[in-house]
């Protein structure tokens, strides 16, 4: 799931950041050999949050949007305009309303986001 890939990345550039912090802090001691190491470590664990960034980013891209029809009741009930919307699985709206279908599915293919 992307909010779990979102998690792990953010996790990763904390991970990253501590280390940066705890190489400056050796740094400023004068402690250069474990301000060193604390460096090289940071670097890997930056690579390594970068990697899992644009893991997240090309999962949340994948995820396809559905396209539905709202009826006027129901736009009340939700306080939008009836019409075609492009939605995510969860029921997120992403786009619209559209006039009609195939202007619905016309956005969602610019949005480069497949349909099923």
Known sequence: MARDAHTTAA???ESAAKSHRAAAEHHGKNDHAKGKEHSTSAQQLS???RK???NAHSKSQQQDLLHRHVEAAESR???IKSGWYGTKV??????GPHASE????RRITEL???TP
Do not use: D, K
């Open 102 to 105: 195939a202007e619905c599915v």
């Open 77 to 79: 009930r939700l306080g």
């Open 112 to 114: 480069n986001i497949t």
């Open 11 to 13: 996790e990763h550039h």
């Open 90 to 95: 969860s029921g997120t709206f992403v786009t």
């Open 47 to 49: 690579q390594n949050a």
């Open 52 to 54: 899992e960034s644009e």
